[in-house]
């Protein structure tokens, strides 16, 4: 019954920009810290950003740090991801996660995914 549904990932040329959302069902959405994680072809599955279930704390990956903002809208039950001034390297499908109270960073430790989305940077 839990669901989580991404959408806004394509294709972008280098330095260009990109919102990635997520909308949750099924779950008390303010309960749950949300995640971001990406993994391109031959690596393995990396933390990009996480916000908590409060309204203070996130944390972001250092290669992504001054690009990406994660939010979220408790109203909405959706957490975002801007993606901006993005790089070849940023090439990955993009997935969410959910975690009930709590927001870590490792892949494992999260209770529920989605579906990932595409997120291609051309150079």
């Known amino acids: 019954q839990v669901q989580l549904v991404e959408s806004g990932g394509g294709l972008v040329q280098a330095g260009g920009s990109l919102r990635l959302s997520c909308a949750a069902s099924g779950l008390t959405f303010s309960n749950y810290g949300m995640g971001w994680f990406r993994q391109a072809p031959g690596k393995e599955r990396e933390f990009v950003a996480a916000?908590?279930?409060?309204?203070?704390?996130?944390n972001y990956a250092d290669s992504v740090k001054g690009r990406f903002t994660i939010s979220r809208d408790n109203a909405k039950n959706t957490v975002y991801l801007q993606m901006n001034s993005l790089k070849p390297e940023d090439t990955a499908v993009y997935y969410c996660a959910a975690k009930l109270y709590g927001a870590p960073i490792l892949a494992a430790s999260y209770d529920y995914w989605g579906q990932g989305t595409q997120v291609t940077v051309s150079s």
């Open positions: 916000v908590v279930w409060t309204v203070g704390r996130t």
